[in-house]
């Protein structure tokens, strides 16, 4: 690292030497650690792990579950965010406060809690039952624990640029004759879209890798509600680290891309902003 | 004409506001609401006795005592490393900044999972370090270093990611200035910089000490699940749970619950608190932070 602008403060070589000790210690070596534990499997194995038919399955269930509750998340999410921004109601602070509690909240508890709900008897349950609906220990169930923790992230993304919008600009389509309709579709919305979307992709993110909620609500069966970093726990309990290697590396990979997306989706936003 | 057509918008306005707002906490009511409640009923459902008694067994107390512990080590170096970090950025130009941003947040788009599997893999008996840990005689993983080291890993980001944004929308004129007045480095932390970014520094720990004892999944790869030794509170919940004794498992996660709802408190007071001291929101920090940097 190079300093480039002179400055009277003291503590550049402290605090640079410390941060990057740390984050070595912490982070850096560990995660290098997998890659050079990983490099002791030949590609052609490596492959036959990460493309396993009980594999697969978790990707897809993952994936699909994943993208099923930040679908989710961003229509509620968005309804949420709208609604605690443009409109009066009593209550508000409290509600606005509850948002963050899936962040609060350990996914242990989460997990626990929304299984009792949605168990055939819970008091949720009880009503989908007769209607055919099955949602503990199946798919289902794994989405609404990734909705209960993909929630503020979608939230919490839209409400502050929502909050910056300038009102002139609303003001200027409704007094040149645009219904709200119109207002809301060709003003408001086209500003929020990178924030909806990297709200999306954070809950996204979150759900595939998510653990601690969904090993209560989704019965674990292999090929059928199996998530992948449950597969991963697995192959470490029998010992099968190479395989437990393999999987980690391409969760991580998956984890990388995502982190991309959003970091480029919070520029757009950003840059959005700016200029509206 | 036009009043009545005014009128007559405007509580067609108001309606589908209404539908807005219900239709909001009807959402919030089934996904929030009701999981919250249900935590507190399950725990108290079979009274008052069970619920004290679930939570002063041995295990349950040394799950306690385990997961005060762990948080007790893991949020303070973390403290300390954010500090650093966000001195060093937002007081420092340099090459591979936002690289270094990127990596010190890392940790937070990782699977819980892999952030136990890393040490696993490293520490653990057919880890790299395994055998030469062995003929040492020190146990990392399945021990208490192992879930300090999980934990720190999960928490690592919070604290640097709350005070880079406040360090860097407070400026650096007030302490140059009293460098320049002759104070030391550590005086004019400590009598400057210190009471400027106070409010940002609880805000990060206080987020950083929830996720430190609920975490779950990572700590449940490295802890090996030995009751009395190695589990923390939310890996004890799991346990009773999976016994079928659902009142002491949420007798157990009642006071995570209490925990969650007093961070949301102390989140929200700190929340306000900065408001009226910066004239901003600290609030949005967290989400934002990247447009800032």
């Known amino acids: 690292m190079l300093l480039k602008r002179n400055t009277v403060l003291p503590g550049f070589r402290l605090a640079g030497g410390f941060t990057v000790f740390y984050l070595s210690l912490i982070v850096l070596i560990p995660l290098g650690a997998m890659f050079v534990r990983a490099s002791s499997l030949t590609w052609g194995s490596f492959w036959e792990i990460v493309t396993a038919p009980r594999v697969l399955a978790s990707y897809k269930l993952s994936l699909g579950t994943a993208f099923a509750a930040a679908s989710i998340n961003a229509v509620f999410g968005f309804l949420v965010a709208w609604v605690l921004v443009r409109y009066p109601f009593p209550g508000k602070k409290l509600v606005d406060a509850l948002v963050d509690l899936p962040f609060a909240l350990p996914t242990a508890v989460a997990g626990i809690s929304l299984t009792t709900l949605y168990a055939p008897k819970g008091w949720i349950g009880q009503f989908l039952e007769p209607l055919g609906l099955k949602v503990a220990f199946t798919p289902l169930g794994i989405v609404v624990a990734l909705v209960f923790i993909g929630l503020p992230f979608v939230v919490r993304t839209v409400q502050p640029v929502l909050e910056e919008i300038e009102k002139e600009s609303e003001e200027a389509a409704e007094s040149l004759g645009a219904t709200r309709w119109q207002t809301f579709r060709l003003v408001i919305f086209p500003c929020l879209v990178p924030s909806l979307l990297a709200g999306f992709a954070m809950a996204f993110a979150r759900g595939l890798g998510e653990y601690g909620s969904v090993v209560f609500i989704s019965g674990n069966m292999p090929m059928k509600t199996e998530i992948t970093p449950l597969l991963i726990m697995t192959k470490l309990e029998q010992f099968d680290y190479p395989g437990a290697t393999a999987l980690g590396i391409s969760m991580l990979a998956a984890s990388f891309l995502m982190l991309l997306v959003i970091n480029l989706l919070q520029w757009w936003s950003g840059k959005r902003l700016g200029r509206g | ?293």
């Open chain 2, 1 to 293: 004409m036009s009043v009545v057509i005014g009128k007559r918008e405007s509580i067609r306005t108001r309606a589908v506001q209404c539908a807005f707002i219900a239709a909001a906490l009807l959402f919030l009511f089934f996904f929030l609401g009701i999981p919250l409640v249900s935590v507190f009923y399950e725990a108290l459902h079979e009274g008052l006795r069970a619920y004290g008694s679930a939570l002063v067994t041995a295990d349950a107390r040394s799950a306690i005592f385990l997961t005060l512990l762990v948080a007790g080590i893991a949020v303070p170096l973390n403290l300390v490393f954010g500090i650093a970090a966000a001195w060093l950025i937002a007081r420092f130009d340099f090459h591979g900044k936002s690289l270094l941003l990127t990596l010190i947040d890392l940790p937070f788009s990782v699977s819980p999972v892999i952030s136990g599997l890393i040490y696993v893999l490293i520490f653990g008996m057919q880890g790299l370090l395994g055998p030469w840990l062995f003929d040492h005689d020190i146990q990392i993983i399945f021990a208490v270093p192992g879930l300090v080291l999980a934990t720190i890993f999960v928490t690592f980001p919070f604290v640097a990611r709350e005070l880079i944004p406040v360090m860097q929308q407070i400026g650096s004129e007030e302490e140059e200035a009293a460098l320049l007045l002759g104070a030391s480095g550590l005086q004019t932390f400590l009598r400057v910089t210190l009471p400027n970014i106070k409010w940002g520094l609880l805000y990060g720990v206080i987020l950083c000490n929830a996720r430190a004892m609920g975490e779950f999944g990572a700590v449940s790869v490295v802890s090996g699940h030995i009751r009395g030794k190695t589990n923390t509170m939310p890996l004890h919940v799991e346990i009773l749970y999976n016994e079928y004794n659902f009142a002491a498992a949420f007798a157990m996660a009642s006071v995570l619950t209490l925990l969650a709802l007093a961070t949301l408190v102390a989140k929200s007071l700190v929340e306000w608190k900065f408001a009226d001291a910066r004239g901003g929101s600290v609030r949005y920090v967290a989400t934002m932070e990247k447009k800032i940097s």
